[in-house]
């Protein structure tokens, strides 16, 4: 069945290092993934996209990477900052319009 | 411009009763959707609407209804509430379409006693 699960729950990088967030779908005819940030007492903000016609693409400071062979995508931020920590939550685009289906989460903390 | 904004911001309840949440998404956005997120989980989609017309919905009871006014704004309403509807309730709007760009407000934490 769908599912979209994260492989870490917490991940812990220096400031300035970069950080790579991963996540793994079940379904083989997922088309279209999203990444979002959450932080602490707010709604989950959009950060990028990619659909499944493509293998990367990137965006200010994150890079989203996306394998159909092995069902695997992650997102990298470069130069990690302060203001990066946050819960990074992939999500699959699952029925159209504005379905989306999350994963539980990575807590990514930044050490100064 | 105004983000989406979310009433109330936490809400205290007690079993079996009833709740509404409402929603007033980003001006030109046609598409609200909602989802419930449960402490240290993923949010999970219950509704969405699009120019008042029920979309998708998600697996949950027939407990939870929604709806959308001619405005855009919307409501979610929950009957009988039981201890497991504790949670963030999120309200999420976009242009429509098929997307994954959703603009999310910073939701409802009701608290089912």
């Known amino acids: 069945g769908e599912s979209v699960g994260l492989h870490l729950p917490t991940l812990s990088v220096q400031e300035g290092d970069n950080s790579i967030i991963n996540c793994a779908y079940s379904?083989?005819?997922?088309?279209?993934f999203i990444w979002y940030k959450q932080e602490s007492g707010k709604g989950p903000q959009f950060i990028i996209d990619?659909?499944?016609?493509?293998d990367k693409r990137q965006g200010q400071r994150v890079t989203v990477l996306l394998n159909k062979t092995v069902k695997h995508l992650s997102l990298q931020i470069a130069a990690t900052q302060p203001g990066d920590s946050a819960v990074y939550f992939c999500?699959?685009?699952?029925?159209?319009?504005?379905?989306?289906?999350f994963g539980t989460g990575t807590q990514l903390k930044v050490e100064l | 411009d105004a983000g989406v904004t979310q009433s109330p911001t936490h809400l205290i309840k007690t079993r079996g009763q009833q709740v509404t949440l409402r929603c007033s998404p980003i001006s030109g956005h046609k598409s609200v959707s909602w989802y419930q997120q449960v402490l240290g989980q993923g949010p999970q989609f219950i509704f969405q609407y699009y120019e008042k017309e029920e979309r998708g919905r998600g697996n949950f009871p027939d407990r939870f209804s929604a709806r959308q006014f001619p405005n855009y704004s919307s409501e979610l309403n929950v009957n009988a509430l039981l201890l497991g509807d504790s949670a963030l309730y999120l309200c999420a709007s976009s242009l429509g379409g098929y997307t994954g760009e959703l603009f999310f407000g910073e939701g409802s934490r009701l608290t089912v006693l």
């Open positions: 999500a699959e685009n699952t029925g159209g319009g504005n379905k989306l289906t």
């Open positions: 379904n083989s005819a997922s088309d279209y």
């Open positions: 990619i659909r499944s016609n493509m």
